[in-house]
């Protein structure tokens, strides 16, 4: 059973440009949520989606940021006219359910030129 | 404002050396306290917490809540280098949301 999957790995992006992360969950897991690192800080949640529902998106910034979990395909968090400080790396978690842990994937790490 | 608040924020040691990491917490709606392991990639989970006073434990390392005093340690005993990383708390905060929110963590580097 593969872990979570996050690609890419890697992303560079010019300011103005658009990034798409694309995060597919452990097998089974109907449960994601991402997660964004800044340098130097502690995982900050963004927003959690259960397969087509975004169930809470309080920690993501009201412009530019989206997400999505369709019912095919992974789910894709979406910066539209990146800025510098969306520079960070960005996690996504999946779980089985609500009360079990979650698991991460490795990370996109996002560097806006 | 909910909050995870760790510390040491770092700590340096060596080989051998027995190490108690900290967590303490101010959130609403507690469900749970998750320790996490990260090196240079994703977080490993290594413990789930949900009741007081109960140890939790794998190999070298343990853990333990507090719900009265809120607050977790992580014990890692015989410290090897590669417990080298950074040690991560999280509280699922529930209310329908069941989000972690993250300390910033404890830097361990244990030397040769």
């Known amino acids: 059973n593969a872990g979570v999957m996050q690609n890419p790995r890697h992303l560079v992006r010019r300011r103005g440009q658009e990034a798409r992360l694309r995060c597919s969950p452990m097998k089974g897991h109907s449960h994601v949520y991402w997660y964004r690192q800044l340098p130097e800080e502690g995982l900050k949640f963004m927003v959690y989606l259960q397969k087509e529902n975004i169930i809470d998106e309080s920690g993501m910034p009201k412009e530019r940021f989206s997400a999505e979990f369709p019912k095919e395909g992974p789910s894709i968090l979406r910066i539209q006219q990146v800025v510098r400080g969306d520079s960070a790396a960005y996690f996504c978690?999946?779980?089985?359910?609500?009360?079990?842990?979650?698991?991460f994937g490795q990370g996109t790490r996002l560097t806006v030129v | 404002e909910d909050k995870v608040v760790q510390s040491p924020l770092s700590l340096v040691v060596h080989e051998g050396d027995t190490v108690t990491l900290n967590c303490s917490y101010e959130v609403t709606n507690f469900r749970s306290l998750l320790w996490y392991k990260q090196e240079k990639k994703a977080p490993t989970f290594l413990f789930m917490l949900?009741?007081?006073?109960i140890e939790k434990k794998s190999g070298r390392l343990s853990s333990i809540l507090d719900k009265k005093e809120l607050f977790s340690i992580l014990n890692i005993t015989a410290t090897q280098t590669g417990d080298s990383a950074i040690y991560l708390c999280?509280?699922?905060?529930?209310?329908?949301?069941?989000?972690?929110?993250f300390g910033t963590g404890t830097r361990l580097k244990v030397l040769a």
């Open positions: 999280a509280v699922e905060a529930g209310g329908g949301t069941y989000k972690y929110i």
């Open positions: 949900t009741s007081s006073g």
């Open positions: 978690a999946s779980s089985p359910s609500r009360d079990t842990e979650a698991f």
